[in-house]
DNA sequence: CCATTAACCTGACAGC
DNA sequence: TGCTGTCAGGTTAATG
């Protein structure tokens, strides 16, 4: 499972019937820091409250509690929410059924045991009084929710018009639009048809409103299709998310183009030291 | 202001 | 088998 906003909303969606109007009656944290340390006190902050809601802000999880603070998690590269009743009963017994990189877990008393897990330790948890939500240092700059209403042709190309910046790396500019990553990225212009390199303050408004249909076209599908995935919340597991097979262009260096009746090949160039692919031929 | 690079980490994989 | 090098879905900080 590897975070990208439709990544982030599935697991939003699994952690929302896991935790949601649940009260959190312990927390074990078994290190002292992800990207960076965790907030103070975390434990005896978080331990008793109940969850009023889950909700997500670009790929930032945001746990509103009802000692009004509000818990804030990011996966980074690697992070993966683990959503197990089982574990309990088997922990109850003795055995430690966490592994190397489970880094932090959440008690619900339902039963349910919620565990964050992340590898590169990329990820982030933090916790600030909700009604400061907006303000956090992490949030407060963030550009608008590519599926919200704020989203669209006109604030795009505004947004757009006097930067020198590529396409693809401006999309990726959490300032500009929040939760877009480098393989939906990717996949948006192949669909739009213009190539990774092309400079942002040329752009059409036809061009721009292109972009816009199918920034959300690639989201919808991939959380449509992480949704049928999430039968119920124990899904919410390593295998959950990912939808690599139906990428057009993403890790796909050398193949055929996939558009009909292109003859091109995919290609590989890097932009900001990370890996844009696109079709030479039918992206210009 | 803009653009590029390094940094934070571990794991997977290719090639020798 | 094991070593080395490369690469990875994100984001910030530093540098040119």
Redesign the pocket.
């Known amino acids: 499972?590897?975070?990208?906003l439709p990544?982030v909303e599935t697991v939003c969606r699994g952690m929302i019937l896991a935790m949601e109007g649940d009260i959190i009656s312990s927390v074990d944290i078994r290190r002292p820091?992800l990207?960076w340390p965790f907030p103070v006190k975390m434990k005896e902050r978080i331990s008793g409250a109940k969850v009023n809601s889950l909700t997500r802000r670009?790929?930032?999880i945001l746990i509103n509690l009802s000692s009004d603070e509000t818990l804030i998690l990011?996966?980074?590269?690697?992070g993966r929410i683990l959503i197990d009743e089982k574990k309990k009963s088997i922990l109850d017994k003795g055995d430690n059924v966490f592994g190397?990189?489970d880094h932090v877990t959440f008690y619900m008393k339902s039963g349910t045991t919620v565990t964050f897990n992340d590898?590169?330790?990329?990820g982030a948890i933090d916790l600030i009084e909700t009604e400061h939500c907006d303000k956090h240092?992490?949030l407060s700059?963030l550009g608008p929710e590519p599926l919200g209403n704020s989203m669209n042709a006109n604030y795009l190309f505004d947004a757009l018009r006097?930067?020198?910046?590529?396409i693809k790396?401006?999309l990726?500019d959490?300032k500009v639009v929040?939760?877009?990553?480098?393989?939906y990225v990717c996949e948006i212009l192949f669909r739009v048809g213009i190539s990774p390199r092309r400079?942002v303050k040329n752009l059409s408004m036809r061009t721009v409103s292109r972009i816009v249909e199918e920034i959300r076209n690639v989201l919808n599908e991939a959380i449509l299709a992480g949704g049928s995935t999430l039968r119920d919340h124990r899904q919410t597991n390593g295998d959950l998310?990912?939808?690599?097979h139906n990428f057009s262009v993403?890790?796909r260096e050398g193949d055929r183009c996939r558009k009909e009746k292109c003859s091109g090949f995919v290609i590989?160039l890097?932009?900001?030291?990370?890996?844009s692919f696109y079709c030479s031929k039918c992206q210009k």
């Open positions: 499972m590897l975070p990208e990544e820091n990207r670009a790929k930032y990011h996966l980074g590269m690697s190397k990189h590898p590169r330790r990329f240092w992490l700059k006097h930067k020198t910046t590529s790396v401006a990726l959490q929040s939760g877009l990553g480098n393989i400079i998310g990912y939808f690599q993403y890790n590989r890097v932009q900001s030291g990370r890996s």
